[in-house]
């Protein structure tokens, strides 16, 4: 039976406000699977069980999956598709309301995180994880082409933003797959691609991570201002207090934030709260 009888069937209705699109290529529910890298001892979470075809297909694979689903009519459609999976323990609940250390409680172990995320919390549910998750291992994320790119994009490309330097500092994200439209059901309007975040601990010789992404929000404040003048607006410096932390991080005083590398951008915050912590300003 195809999953649209399925869906029919248990007269399941799209709702719109959960943005959902569920994949119906076999090949590709394999493929992300293989690029997860999941074996028989991994514990998975998946965001987001749909109708259950990339749920079943990990738990082929894995130890043991969690599923998170929002949407509580999907009940039956699930009841169905996971029919016999018995390492999947589906969870009706908002993902995004869990509090991380009551959830990782809950895996009570390591884990992997595979999702085909709507546009609508893809940042938050990934910022949860890079910033949040202590035993999570990698993502593994369908999201749409653009932001795959963004996730993805190198300094001085029009990409790169706050979300990608502050996921570099702990993680490794790289374009896995393109995934045309065509692959879902109902069809988006827009293409997909599959990123994967391997996610490591502080790199670059940052110490202070929630100071290293303060500077990094900072930077990106204003994109038509130049770094300087968005860190005198957020730290509430002078001009010369500002200058002269870009001077001793060797960076231009005309840059913009987007012109400094993740690697640059830990070396400004070090110097940045070092010279705050000596004017007593933090």
Known sequence: MSLKEILVNNGFRFNKKYGQNFISDGNLLSSIVSLSSVTGNDVVVE???????????????????????IDGSLRPVLAETLKGADNVEVVFRDFL???????????????????????????PVI???????????RLVIMVQEE???????????????????????????????????NMFYPVPNVDSAVVRIDLCPPKY????????????????????????????????LTREQAEKVLSLSEIDLLARGETLS?????????????????????
């Not at 749909?50 to 297909?57: D, F, N, P, S």
């Not at 993740?262 to 933090?282: G, Q, Y």
């Open 205 to 236: 010789g940052v110490t202070d991570l929630e100071f290293y992404r303060k500077t990094v929000k900072a930077a990106f404040a204003n994109r038509r201002k130049t770094l300087a003048n968005n860190l005198m607006l957020s730290f509430a």
């Open 47 to 69: 965001i987001g069980a749909g109708a259950g075809t990339l749920t079943r297909e990990i738990a082929a694979k894995a130890k043991r999956v969690v599923s998170y689903e």
């Open 97 to 123: 309301k869990e509090k991380t250390p009551d959830f990782e409680e809950f895996i009570c172990e390591d884990y992997i995180v595979i999702a085909n995320l709507p546009y609508y919390i893809t940042t």
């Open 127 to 137: 910022m949860k994880f890079v910033e949040e998750a202590k035993r999570c291992k």
């Open 262 to 282: 993740p690697e640059k951008f830990a070396v400004l915050s070090e110097n940045l709260n070092r010279t705050l912590k000596e004017n007593n300003r933090i």
């Open 147 to 181: 932001v795959a790119l963004r996730l993805a994009a190198k300094e001085n490309t029009p990409d790169y933003g706050g979300i990608t330097a502050s996921i570099a500092v702990t993680g490794d994200a790289k374009i896995v797959k393109k995934v045309p439209r």
